[in-house]
């Protein structure tokens, strides 16, 4: 094309009206952006900081602050981290499994409440499961006086209450996704004689792996921010997650632990922002499968 | 349709001597895999049967007889779906919907049923621990009580009591476990030694156990009346006798200082002519009281009101400026002359990679009154009270709502706008239509039909969104006149959380009925949606 070749001489005025004032607006966003996570990187860089001092960016630039976070006995940073990763990645891997197998069983099968069984399931995806917190605390609470393994203040117990949201969340979305592989291919693999489970697990599964990276992500990222049920089940700091051990840090020492907080804050959020970035095209898809069928 | 469930499927017609081959091999791999598979199904059900067992017997110990038949007949029903051939689907779903039925299902119906009951701080256990809590925080030592020599022994790690009475017996007893007579004890020269299956506390435990020791309070006999033994030296017990005298037949509390009898009316504790109410009570059905109170109270109702309506402002404001953020940046970027865009994507994503509750902690420093990097860099040091003035507080979360929400309507606008074709805007520049009429005539209807749904989803979640509100302001400013712990950017969901688990009052009852609510509340909205955009006709 004419204009792609001539790109570098357009005029000015005409480069300004066609895309230079997207630039204008790109300039603006990414400010709009990134300043609050600019901020609290330089926050958490400022040692001995307090919320006052934070406010010179980059002033100061030391580690001090991010040996400080792991060197407080009454807020076990180490263990909320490790707590959040082990928590997250089960409670993914499980609803990962569980939702592929419902799926599955929607996308391949005709059986009597079928129908029934999916419209259940996205209306269920209405009701999100902290609605009933009050709720779950009292079960997890009677649990806990009889199985005080599964209980309340047991991460296995708070595990298996994710896993209980696991199937309403991400089955429709991962329905949708194995709709889109054609049948025939079960149908060859059934001719050369593989049995049901074979094929789910050989054939099919390799197949819709971008939505299963998909779930896997949005349901480790959303374990991760979850406050509600976890700060109602766990107790004990030994065995709270980043989002209820951080959020109570802040709310007892308000301002003057401010960049030991932003450290904290920085390192936790790490791991998900790698994760989106590294999967971004694949989230993107993902997120534009839900709404453009 | 009925799936084939067998591993061999109908033999082609006419196959070749090398395909027959291949078959005849991949069933012989498949028939190795389905051995194995058969030995993982066993041990795996194996384990569940032997958990199911388990703990079947361990809540028939503790007498919950419903919830052990209920394991039981779970663990028969999954046993038998995988142990039986066919019946695929529900080998499939079986493991997703246990956890479903009972995290997400059951827990709904329970909120259902703990709306109508007084359960909260006060009324959290049975009238018989009521009445045992009551006439434990009321004791005083009878004057004249005799010394009795006592040995503390400790068994699983609960704290026992022992002594020698009058005829030379060994009792023991601990909390609830009125005295009895000891089997297996030594004693020696009038000391007792040793109880089988009880270790005897020496003085350095008796020290570094002191407060257990010294709060512990054993009944004498089965009647409580007759009074407990406490102890604060660990060596020494006294009789205690506890103020109130409790009447089985008559069913009240009678204090026998004052002559003040405590009847039971219903209510959930003992309570006296003139009104005052003896504390703990214990819980009980109150009906309709939870959902009465939130209506005609109006201390509750006010606040009630005001937080359904911010609930629902928040949530359609916040879809609504993330979805026109999204858009305008949707459409600014969707040039493909940009070459630089996908960089502008990358920065964008950002805000939404970032853990949401870390941005709202994050946003919330900054928004800090005397110290936040807003007032004092760019505001020049102003005094604005971003998060305590009452209109302000609900700005500013609108404002961190839009920054965490607007890149993903950008996003799947973006994906929106390019599935749309290129042809549609031009045919309609032809016929002569302005570039911004031909988008809003064409683009837009387009772009808003696909993106309904998402928008519906957007909506219910943020009718929802505890993280931010409570990361954010917690709520606050605290409104002082409610008679509930609410302020003035609660919404419903955070409003329960405050009810039920901050505070040293927690109100379970009130705070499932405010649950129920919003039940019905989403529960009727979802129902429009889905009637409107016909997103479940669309399920087969």
């Keep these: ?293 | 349709m009925t799936e084939p469930t067998t591993t061999s499927g109908p033999r082609p017609p006419a196959a070749s001597r090398k395909d027959r081959r291949r078959h005849q091999a991949n069933r012989i791999v498949d028939g190795t895999t389905g051995w194995k598979l058969m030995l993982l199904k066993i041990i795996v059900l194996s384990i569940l049967c032997a958990t199911a067992v388990y703990a079947a017997l361990v809540l028939f110990i503790n007498d919950r007889w419903l919830i052990g038949s209920l394991v039981v007949v779970g663990a028969a029903a999954l046993t038998w779906i995988y142990l039986q051939r066919g019946a695929l689907p529900a080998k499939y779903l079986a493991p997703g919907l246990v956890f479903l039925l009972i995290f997400q299902i059951f827990v709904v119906l329970y909120s259902g049923y703990v709306a109508f009951t007084n359960y909260g701080t006060g009324h959290n256990s049975t009238k018989d621990h009521a009445v045992q809590a009551i006439m434990l925080q009321t004791q005083d030592r009878v004057p004249d009580s005799p010394t009795y020599p006592l040995t503390v022994t400790e068994s699983d790690g609960e704290i026992y009591f022992a002594l020698i009475n009058d005829n030379g017996e060994v009792l023991i007893g601990a909390e609830e476990q009125p005295l009895e007579p000891a089997e297996g004890a030594v004693v020696d020269n009038g000391t007792i030694t040793a109880i089988e299956g009880h270790h005897v506390l020496s003085f350095a435990d008796l020290l570094n156990r002191q407060q257990e020791i010294t709060n512990l309070a054993v009944p004498l006999e089965e009647d409580l009346n007759a009074g407990y033994l406490r102890t604060q030296d660990g060596q020494r017990a006294y009789l205690y006798t506890s103020r109130y005298v409790y009447d089985e037949n008559a069913d009240t509390l009678t204090n026998s200082a004052t002559g003040t009898v405590y009847r039971d009316t219903g209510e959930g504790a003992f309570i006296a002519e003139d009104g005052e109410k003896l504390m703990p009570g214990w819980r009980v059905n109150v009906g309709f009281d939870n959902f009465l109170r939130a209506v005609t109270e109006d201390s509750i109702r006010g606040p009630l009101i005001y937080v359904t309506l911010w609930t629902f402002a928040f949530a359609l404001l916040s879809v609504a400026t993330t979805f026109i953020l999204g858009l305008f940046l949707a459409i600014v970027f969707n040039d493909r002359r940009m070459v630089s865009r996908k960089y502008y994507r990358l920065v964008m994503i950002l805000p939404y990679a970032f853990p949401g509750f870390l941005s709202a902690l994050v946003w919330a420093g900054m928004m800090n009154q005397e110290f936040g990097f807003i007032n004092n860099v760019l505001f020049g040091g102003a005094a604005i009270p971003w998060l305590t003035d009452p209109w302000l507080a609900k700005l500013s979360i609108l404002i961190v709502n839009l920054w965490l929400g607007f890149p993903y309507m950008f996003l799947v606008c973006t994906g929106a706008l390019q599935s749309i074709p290129d042809e549609l805007t031009e045919a309609a520049q032809m016929d002569g239509a302005k570039p911004f009429q031909a988008f809003r005539m064409i683009k837009l209807p387009l772009l808003l039909t696909a993106i309904a749904p998402l928008l519906i989803s957007s909506f219910a979640f943020n009718f929802n969104n505890f993280n931010l509100i409570y990361m954010l302001t917690g709520g606050g400013p605290r409104d002082v006149s409610a008679g509930v712990n609410v302020g003035s950017t609660d919404i419903l969901i955070s409003m329960v959380y405050k009810v039920a688990f901050v505070g040293a009052r927690a109100d379970y009852g009130l705070a499932s009925a405010f649950s129920i609510l919003i039940f019905i509340i989403v529960g009727t909205i979802s129902v429009m949606a889905f009637r409107k955009t016909k997103a479940l006709e669309e399920l087969n």
């Design chain 1, 1 to 293: 094309m004419a204009e792609t070749l001539t790109h570098h001489r357009r005029p000015f005025r005409r480069w300004f009206r066609e895309t230079g004032w997207r630039h204008l607006v790109g300039a603006a966003v990414v400010l709009f952006s990134v300043f609050p996570l600019i901020y609290v990187l330089s926050a958490s860089l400022n040692p001995a900081g307090t919320l006052i001092t934070a406010n010179r960016l980059f002033a100061t630039v030391s580690l001090d602050s991010y040996i400080d976070l792991f060197n407080r006995p009454q807020q076990p940073y180490a263990a909320w981290f490790l707590n959040t990763l082990v928590i997250g990645l089960s409670a993914s891997a499980g609803s990962v499994l569980l939702g592929a197998l419902a799926a599955y069983a929607f996308s391949r099968m005709r059986f009597t409440g079928r129908r029934v069984g999916l419209i259940t399931l996205v209306l269920v995806q209405m009701f999100p499961q902290l609605l009933a917190m009050v709720a779950i605390f009292l079960l997890m609470l009677g649990i806990g006086e009889i199985f005080p393994a599964i209980g309340l203040n047991s991460q296995a117990g708070l595990v298996m209450v994710y896993l209980g949201g696991a199937l309403g969340v991400n089955t429709y979305l991962m329905y949708g996704f194995f709709n889109t592989v054609p049948q025939s291919i079960d149908e060859a693999a059934r001719i050369d004689g593989a049995g049901h489970a074979r094929i789910f697990f050989t054939i099919i599964l390799p197949l819709v792996s971008p939505i299963l990276a998909v779930v896997a992500l949005l349901s480790l990222v959303g374990t991760l921010s979850e406050f509600v049920i976890a700060s109602v089940l766990l107790r004990d700091p030994q065995k709270q997650t980043l989002a209820v051990g951080l959020y109570q840090f802040i709310s007892q020492e308000t301002s003057q632990n401010w960049s030991v907080f932003a450290a904290g804050a920085v390192l936790a959020a790490i791991i998900p922002v790698a994760l989106f970035l590294l999967l971004q095209r694949y989230i993107v898809s993902g997120l534009v499968a839900g709404s453009v069928k």
